[in-house]
């Protein structure tokens, strides 16, 4: 069974960092990329960051470009989210997901397992 759960979410003013954790385990997680959404209260989920399962490659979506970073550790089954700079446009629910296949992918659909989501609140 696989599972992902994630960790670091919290309450933040804008102008300040949380850094996101994804655990997964009942799949070897170095096979497989790994994403983040978000999905804000009233929208729907968006997709904020993709790696490989290398972590050679990385993409991200224009409103975080040069904020996030992802990021993972393959010994550790763990892929990670560093949000610097933060706005409150930022405020979402954070999901990771791995991925169906070792590239990354900006598309849904293309991730096979979820977790459960960590609470990011950004406050003006």
């Known amino acids: 069974q696989v599972q992902l759960g994630e960790s670091g979410g919290g309450l933040v003013q804008a102008g300040g960092s949380l850094r996101l954790s994804c655990v997964v385990s009942?799949?070897?997680?170095?096979?497989?990329?790994m994403g983040w959404f978000r999905q804000a209260s009233g929208k729907e989920r968006e997709f904020v960051a993709g790696?490989?399962?290398?972590?050679?490659?990385?993409s991200y979506a224009e409103s975080v470009k040069g904020r996030f970073t992802i990021s993972r550790d393959n010994a550790k089954n763990t892929v990670y989210l560093q949000m610097n700079s933060l706005k409150p446009e930022d405020t979402a629910v954070y999901f990771c997901?791995?991925?169906?296949?070792?590239?990354?992918?900006?598309?849904?659909?293309?991730?096979?397992?979820w977790g459960q989501g960590t609470q990011v609140t950004v406050s003006s």
């Open positions: 997901a791995t991925g169906a296949s070792k590239y990354r992918s900006s598309r849904a659909s293309e991730y096979d397992y």
């Open positions: 009942g799949r070897t997680f170095s096979r497989y990329a």
């Open positions: 790696i490989s399962w290398t972590g050679g490659s990385t």
